[in-house]
Every structure is written in structure tokens, then in C-alpha cells.
């Protein structure tokens, strides 16, 4: 049933990279009971951006978590909607430790009465999509990523951890060989997915067989605008964690004294990078710093630089809102980001492998060729990724999908 419902709002449905430049989002032409299911609420991030859109699309949703610890401050987004949860809210310690229960979650999605809703919308990158949902109820699911740790990852999660053998190790495993389980069998109760980028879509057909639409996640872009004038630094913005390898980053300005480079962020990995830059003077590692003075490093920059496989990198499409060239690895959602290749549209370079001499090399081609990158195109680039836009195709997903399934909302 799923695979030809697919099929059947595929052929309806274009391709998000095909779309024009909308300016008000369609309308539902039937009123609509909508529930949003959301994995936890702790921090505003990329998840709640995109719930945040999603609200605004549909703004008398219930929201559904497992749990929710956001503090006071970081709320405004919800408009004062209440948040229901689920049992994993009032266990011991879940305060601080809540994911130390992903062995229960899939029960406590699965607990969620969703009795009574014409649309469920799930924001999936852990349990969410896993909701029990009827014959009579549209399931669509936006898909951050597959359950990275249980499937193509889950070597990599374990080496971090040191938990590749002993008793956690081998606990571990166990319980993650039960998640890809419940994971691939509750994929069958989605009726259509989103995928944020289409490296997304392509792991969502490897883990799950199914296929998905690529709908990008919103960039705030009228937020990051050009600067006035371009200065010689690139630009690194991110977390220090390892995956991120900020330290090859790093280690490829170490070998161009010539070219200055400003680092900024905090974490795991800062003493990695610190050894990576050992000796370099024109390479600065700072702090985190405001909002604002961060557009305005980004907007200024000759180039931002990323050198980790995401699954989309919204950070990419904020450079490119403030008209900067990206140089990024060309793995995952810079292939969506990043144009290269075409004549005057040209948005930045992919360097094809994560070592710091690929890196290198990328920085002396963008070098030799960033005349011909222009600020303009950055920034019309971007305008792809934006909050209209987002609202106005994930509408015409939810309306097309409800033509394919029932044709009585094609009325009134």
C-alpha cells in the first residue's frame, strides 16, 4: 500500500529543486484536526526550526514529544502551544539523562493517542515517525536522517564511546540491533516522507525501501545579508567535535602561510585542532561569539570552509545567504548547497576527499577561479532554502498528498 501511494504522489509531485520562487503558500481546501510529533524539546536547533515552520503552517497543531526540557527562554517559538508527553518525561533523572532511555522510546511513541487527527506530521530523526496512525489518518514524515547510531553508522558511535566490546559494548549492539528492527518495521506506517536533503533521500531508500521527496529545511536567509566588503580571511564556523574534522581544516592553512584563516567555536575536539595548528600564525581559533558578530564575520569572509559529510549543513546556506563562497566536502547536503560547474552560477568548490591535501587543493582552485564567483550568486543560491519557501512546499506536499488519497478535499 505504502509503495504505491508513493508512487502516485511521486508522479504528482515536482522535484523541490524544480519548483519556482513561491510567495504565498497554498491553502488546504478542507479543515484539517493536525498533529505535529516532535522527538524531544531541549534546545532550539535545526529540528525546531523546522518545527517551528511547521506551526506556522499549521497553527491550532498539537505537539507531541517524548519529552520536554527547553528552558523558558528558548519557548517564544512555540506560540504558547501546550506540549504533550509521554511517560519517559517523569522517569528518574530524565531531566538531564533522557536519552539514556532510547530503549524505551519506541514503546513511549508508540503510547501517543493520536485518535481523532486528519494529518499527522512527524519530525524524525530518532522514534518520531514510529506513531501508531490509522487507515483514515495522512502520516507524513520530514526526515532529518535515519536513526544514524542504529544503522550505517553505528561502528563509528561505538568506537566514540568506547563501547565496542565488554558488557556495555556487547548491551549496546543488542539494543541497537532492536532498534533497526522496530525502525525498518515502522516505516510501513508513514504514507509519504521528506527527506532534508537528497543524501537523506538516498539513506531513507537504503534503510527503509522507500522513496522520498527532498524538502530542504528552512535557512532563515533575510537574517544573513552581503557585506560591504570582502576581507582575506576564511572562515570556519562549527562545533569542535571529531566527525567535523575542523583539525584537517586546519592542518591544510598550516601548509598556506599566505592565507589566513579564523576558526571559531568550542568542544571535544579543540585540542586536536590546537595541535593541527601548532606553529601556524595566520591560522586564529576564537570563542563563540554573539549572533551578530557572527553574520558579520560571515559576510565579510573570502570563503567558509566545511569539511564534514552532513546530512544537509544549514551553516553552508547561511554563508551563501551572506553572499560568501563555500568550499566544503563534497559528500552529503553540500552537493545540494553548493553549485559548481555552471557557468556564472557557480556558488563555491567540492573538494572530493576528507584529507587535508583535498582541501588544500580546493583552496588554491577557488583562489585562481574566485573572481568569477559572485556574491550575487551566493546569495540567489540561498534563496532556495528559505522559510517561505519550505512553508509553501511542505503545504503542497500535505495538499497533494490528500488529492492522492482522498479527492473529497478537492472540494469546497
Not at 553540500?334 to 591535501?357: C, H, K, M, N, W
Amino acid at each position: 500500500m505504502n509503495a504505491l501511494s508513493d508512487t502516485k504522489i511521486q508522479k504528482t509531485m515536482p522535484h523541490q529543486h524544480d519548483f519556482d520562487v513561491a510567495t504565498e503558500p497554498p491553502t488546504i481546501r478542507a479543515p484539517l484536526k493536525v498533529a505535529i510529533v516532535h522527538e524531544w524539546l531541549e534546545k532550539f536547533a535545526g529540528s525546531e526550526r523546522v518545527l517551528e515552520q511547521m506551526l506556522l503552517c499549521y497553527p491550532s497543531a498539537d505537539i507531541f514529544v517524548v519529552a520536554d526540557f527547553m528552558p523558558s527562554h528558548d519557548r517564544s517559538f512555540l506560540k504558547g502551544h501546550k506540549v504533550s508527553t509521554t511517560f519517559i518525561q517523569n522517569l528518574p533523572f530524565a531531566k538531564k539523562h533522557f536519552r539514556k532511555y532510547l530503549g524505551l522510546m519506541p514503546l513511549a511513541i508508540e503510547q501517543i493517542d493520536l485518535t481523532g487527527y486528519d494529518l499527522v506530521l512527524s519530525s524524525h530523526h530518532a522514534v518520531a515517525k514510529g506513531v501508531i496512525t490509522g487507515p483514515d489518518q495522512l502520516h507524513i514524515s520530514y526526515v532529518h536522517s535515519p536513526m544514524r547510531y542504529a544503522w550505517d553508522l553505528q561502528f563509528r558511535y561505538l568506537h566514540e564511546r568506547g563501547l565496542r566490546w565488554g558488557p556495555m559494548g556487547l548491551y549496546t549492539r543488542w539494543l541497537l540491533h532492536r532498534l533497526r528492527n522496530w525502525d525498518a518495521r515502522t516505516a510501513a506506517g508513514v504514507d509519504l516522507f521528506l527527506a532534508n536533503s537528497d543524501y537523506i533521500k538516498k539513506r531513507i531508500q537504503k534503510t527503509w525501501r522507500r522513496d522520498a521527496h527532498v524538502l530542504h529545511p528552512p535557512v532563515a536567509v533575510d537574517r544573513f545579508q552581503p557585506g560591504q566588503q570582502r576581507s582575506d580571511y576564511y572562515l570556519v564556523v562549527s562545533r569542535f567535535v571529531p566527525y567535523k574534522r575542523i583539525d584537517l581544516i586546519a592542518e591544510a592553512f598550516r601548509e598556506m602561510p599566505d592565507l589566513r584563516l579564523i576558526i571559531i567555536g568550542e568542544g571535544e575536539g579543540h585540542d586536536a585542532i590546537s595541535k593541527a595548528s601548532e606553529g601556524a600564525k595566520n591560522i586564529e581559533i576564537r570563542q563563540p561569539v554573539s549572533s551578530d558578530a557572527l553574520i558579520d564575520l560571515m559576510a565579510n569572509a573570502r570563503a567558509f570552509v566545511f569539511a564534514a559529510a552532513e546530512d544537509f549543513g544549514i551553516v553552508m546556506a547561511e554563508a551563501q545567504a551572506c553572499g560568501t563562497p563555500v568550499i566544503a566536502y563534497g559528500v552529503g547536503g553540500a552537493r545540494d548547497i553548493v553549485r559548481q560547474g555552471v557557468e556564472g552560477e557557480d556558488t563555491g568548490v567540492l573538494f572530493p576527499e576528507q584529507t587535508a591535501s583535498s582541501i588544500r587543493d580546493a583552496v588554491r582552485a577557488f583562489e585562481q577561479n574566485r573572481a568569477n564567483i559572485r556574491p550575487e550568486a551566493c546569495r540567489a543560491n540561498a534563496m532556495r532554502f528559505s522559510e517561505t519557501q519550505f512553508r509553501h512546499h511542505l503545504r503542497e506536499a500535505v495538499e497533494t498528498a490528500l488529492r492522492s488519497r482522498h479527492p473529497v478535499h478537492e472540494g469546497s
